[in-house]
């Protein structure tokens, strides 16, 4: 079974850091894109981050030159690290994972960010 848990979320200045990490579990994941969604209160889910198995990234365009997104294959980790955030970076951050083979996704349960003064 599939699963996808987040840390590292919590609460930050405006300007400040986090790194959020998500751990896999259930399959190797060397065949899937992981990435990072967000939802903020009354938002829809959006698109954050993703990588590739080959380690090709894509971001949303709020945040790119902030955020960077990287794996650890062995460890079956992705990271979010996110730099100068912004109040409206405010939201719940899930990890997701998508087979390349079944294109099957699959949900952490998100970690909440806070941008407040």
């Known amino acids: 079974q599939v699963q996808l848990l987040e840390s590292g979320g919590g609460l930050v200045h405006p300007g400040g850091s986090l790194r959020l990490s998500c751990v896999a579990s259930?399959?190797?994941?060397?065949?899937?894109?992981m990435g990072w969604y967000r939802q903020a209160p009354g938002l829809q889910r959006e698109l954050v981050a993703t990588?590739?198995?080959?380690?090709?990234?894509n971001y949303a365009d709020s945040v790119k030159g902030r955020f960077t997104v990287s794996r650890d294959k062995a460890r079956k980790m992705v990271y979010l690290q996110m730099n100068s955030l912004k109040p409206q970076d405010t939201a719940v951050y899930y990890c997701?994972?998508?087979?390349?083979?079944?294109?099957?996704?699959?949900w952490g349960q998100g970690t909440q960010v806070t941008i407040s003064a």
């Open positions: 997701n994972a998508v087979s390349y083979r079944t294109n099957r996704a699959y």
């Open positions: 259930g399959s190797s994941f060397r065949s899937y894109t």
């Open positions: 990588i590739t198995p080959g380690g090709s990234t």
